[in-house]
C-alpha cells in the first residue's frame, strides 16, 4: 500500500522566503510527526499531530517555524523568513495511535536548502 | 547531557562478523526503545524494538538493561547489505520519541 508521501523531494530557496513542505500521512494514521535531521545530526523532533491537535510542539525552533493538519491527514509546515541554519532533511513519519506503541513510517523527506 | 547517546562510528567489520552497538539515555522515566535503520540518503525504518526481556530478530539481538540504561544491538554474520546507520530510540511516555545521532556500520566484502 502507500506509504508516507512528502512533496517537494528538494526545495532550494533563498534567505528571507517563506517555504511550506507538504506530508500525506498513511491513510488511516491518526498521529503524525514532523522531525528534520542536519548534516550529521540525529533526527530533531519538532511536532507531534493526534488527529487535527498538536498536543506537542515544544519542538518548533522559532517563532518563524507553524504546522497545521486538517482532515485528520496532510499536513504542511511552514517556514516564514528562511535562514541558512533552517537547511536541512525535513522528515514526516505517521503512525496508527499511540507514540512507542505503534510503529513510526517515515516519508522520504523534503530536502531544503536555504541560499 | 545527550539524551539518547551512541557511538558515532564508523564500525568497519567483514563480511561475516559479530558485531554489537550500546546505547545509552538519561531519562531513566523511558518506557519503551527501539533500532530504526536508516540508509545514506534515505528514511529511518524501523528494525525492531527493545523488550525488557531481550528479543532476537534473525541475526539480529536487542537487549535491554534499566539498571545502567543502555540497550545494546547485536547483528551476527554481518552481510554487505547490513551497511547503513543505525539508531536507538527512547519513548519517555510523553508524545515523542527522542532519537540517537545513529552508529554508522560498514560491513566489507
Known amino acids: 500500500g502507500a506509504g508516507v508521501s512528502q512533496s517537494p523531494s528538494n526545495k532550494v530557496t533563498e534567505k528571507g522566503k517563506d517555504v511550506e513542505l507538504r506530508?500525506?500521512?498513511?491513510?488511516?494514521?491518526?498521529?503524525?510527526?514532523?522531525?528534520?535531521?542536519?548534516?550529521?545530526?540525529?533526527?530533531?523532533?519538532?511536532?507531534?499531530?493526534?488527529?487535527?491537535?498538536?498536543?506537542?510542539?515544544?519542538?518548533?525552533?522559532?517563532?518563524?517555524?507553524?504546522?497545521?493538519?486538517?482532515?485528520?491527514?496532510?499536513?504542511?509546515?511552514?517556514?516564514?523568513?528562511?535562514?541558512?541554519?533552517?537547511?536541512?532533511?525535513?522528515?514526516?513519519?505517521?503512525?496508527?495511535?499511540?507514540?512507542?506503541?505503534?510503529?513510526?513510517?517515515?516519508?522520504p523527506g523534503t530536502r531544503l536548502t536555504v541560499l | 547531557r545527550k539524551e539518547v547517546e551512541q557511538d558515532p562510528g564508523p564500525f568497519n567489520v567483514p563480511e561475516g562478523a559479530t558485531v554489537a552497538f550500546n546505547c545509552t539515555y538519561s531519562n531513566s522515566a523511558s518506557q519503551s526503545f527501539f533500532w530504526y535503520r536508516q540508509d545514506c540518503r534515505k528514511e529511518p525504518k524501523l528494525l525492531m524494538s527493545v523488550y525488557s526481556s531481550g528479543n532476537e530478530d534473525g541475526r539480529f539481538t536487542a537487549q535491554l538493561n534499566r539498571a545502567s540504561q543502555y540497550i545494546s544491538l547485536l547483528i551476527r554474520d554481518s552481510k554487505l547489505s547490513d551497511s547503513a546507520t543505525y539508531l536507538c530510540v527512547a519513548h519517555s511516555g510523553y508524545s515523542t520519541l527522542t532519537f540517537g545521532k545513529g552508529t554508522m556500520l560498514l560491513v566489507s566484502p
Open chain 1, 23 to 107: 506530508c500525506d500521512p498513511i491513510s488511516g494514521h491518526t498521529a503524525l510527526y514532523w522531525y528534520r535531521q542536519s548534516l550529521g545530526q540525529g533526527l530533531e523532533f519538532l511536532i507531534y499531530f493526534q488527529g487535527n491537535s498538536a498536543p506537542d510542539k515544544s519542538g518548533l525552533p522559532s517563532d518563524r517555524f507553524s504546522a497545521e493538519r486538517t482532515g485528520g491527514s496532510v499536513s504542511t509546515l511552514t517556514i516564514q523568513r528562511t535562514q541558512q541554519e533552517d537547511s536541512a532533511v525535513y522528515l514526516c513519519a505517521s503512525s496508527l495511535g499511540r507514540v512507542g506503541t505503534d510503529t513510526q513510517y517515515f516519508g
